[in-house]
């Protein structure tokens, strides 16, 4: 009704004047005049008039393909050819006609990942999927830390084993391990171990020691922590807690604190 109006007042006031008088953008009265034809299909490109004809596009191919420069990339043919007296293109226009023919690759070998498989463990009961994880406690000054070694049953979020350790390493862990299945008496093909991709993780004793005892093993995907959310969950747990201190002063202050949290 509004454009209508301002449609019968144009012949005597304009259309602007009009427009702001009924509180109209002039924009929406002109596109209203004149809508936009769109186009169902975008125009065809037209051929550029300084492009290589099919003659010379063949002739730059044979060129590349040539024994001499058949092992060469195309910037270096460029170069030896421009170093020559003789251009026959830009390298850029090399590189389009050989990416064409699919004739562009890398040579080197490249570093492929494996495709890692999501780990989806269900525990029904307890000491069926037990999950392990080592966490860094800051020390008395900078640059100083205390290890913080937890194995928890993923069932019953029951901690089987832990430890406060001055470093980290597969020997540690080991032991943790063989004590924490020895007391909750595991038996061959009823645990399954997960952690992430750690050092300690992954490491020969740790492996060895699992396979012995029969116990199964996966890991997280690697970078991530979602994989491993049940270890992760306990430390901000135990982290952020209101009496967590900011810094331990020493191994023993650590290994105090972390006494009762456990029990």
Not at 27 to 38: F, G, M, S
Not at 102 to 119: C, I, K, M, S
Not at 150 to 163: A, M, Q
């Amino acid at each position: 009704m509004i454009e209508q109006a301002v449609e019968e007042l144009t012949p005597l006031v304009g259309t602007r004047p009009a427009c702001r008088a009924l509180g109209v953008a002039p924009a929406t009265i002109y596109r209203r005049r004149r809508p936009v034809q769109r186009r169902s299909e975008p125009p065809p490109r037209l051929r550029p008039p300084r492009s290589l004809s099919m003659l010379e596009q063949e002739t730059v191919l044979d060129v590349l393909r040539s024994e001499r420069f058949v092992d060469s990339s195309p910037a270096q043919v460029w170069a030896t050819l421009l170093d020559e007296g003789r251009y026959l293109c830009s390298e850029r226009t090399m590189y389009r006609l050989l990416a064409q023919h699919q004739e562009v690759r890398e040579r080197r070998d490249q570093l492929t990942h494996p495709a890692y498989a999501r780990p989806e463990l269900l525990a029904e009961r307890p000491n069926q999927v037990w999950s392990w994880d080592i966490t860094k406690l800051l020390g008395p000054s900078k640059w100083t830390y205390y290890y913080l070694y937890v194995i928890l049953d993923v069932f019953s979020r029951y901690v089987v084993g832990w430890t406060v350790q001055i470093k980290e390493s597969a020997e540690i862990a080991e032991q943790l391990i063989a004590q924490a299945i020895a007391q909750q008496q595991i038996t061959r093909g009823q645990l399954t171990l997960h952690a992430d991709r750690g050092s300690s993780m992954r490491s020969k004793p740790v492996a060895f020691l699992l396979a012995d005892l029969g116990v199964t093993k996966t890991h997280s995907r690697p970078y991530t922590s979602t994989d491993n959310p049940y270890s992760e969950a306990q430390f901000k747990t135990m982290k952020y807690r209101p009496d967590f201190p900011e810094r331990f002063g020493s191994i023993e202050v650590a290994r105090t604190f972390c006494r009762p949290f456990f029990d």
